[in-house]
């Protein structure tokens, strides 16, 4: 018997659309909306953005794409991986750096015995320099 498609698994019906922006998501990796609807419209031209939108929003719904606020852009998608992580974005060279998750423990535990708050990190991305761009005059 064949294995059950993965959209499938999470409950919701495959349709071209939603196949294509997941494709997309998971080739071009913390892309916005706006070049997976480019990417997508390379095989299915009469996608449109709102509709990668409503399919970028069920499918972060059921746990299969994240998204993240990087830079001063608007938001980036990127497929869920089993390990969270944060994101390190370097203002100079555009650099995205995954760190792992555990990597922020000092900071989330000093915002929470401090100032009693739990952070979410996996949405966020630390702005600054990258250690190429820090060492350039």
Do not use: W
Request: hydrophobic share 35%; aromatic share 4%.
């Amino acid at each position: 018997m064949a294995e059950k498609h993965e959209l499938h698994q999470k409950g919701l019906r495959l349709t071209p659309q939603r196949e294509l922006v997941l494709q997309a998501v998971r080739e071009l990796d913390h892309a916005t909306p706006e070049e997976l609807a480019e990417k997508v419209r390379q095989t299915h031209p009469g996608i449109n953005l709102s509709t990668v939108y409503r399919n970028l929003e069920t499918l972060e719904n059921v746990g299969l794409v994240q998204h993240s606020h990087v830079g001063h852009g608007g938001l980036r998608y990127h497929a869920a991986k089993e390990k969270l992580h944060a994101h390190l974005n370097c203002e100079s060279c555009g650099l995205l750096i995954e760190v792992p998750i555990e990597e922020t423990s000092l900071l989330t535990e000093s915002l929470l015995n401090n100032y009693g708050f739990h952070t979410d990190l996996a949405h966020l991305a630390i702005a600054g320099r990258c250690e190429s761009c820090f060492a350039k005059p």
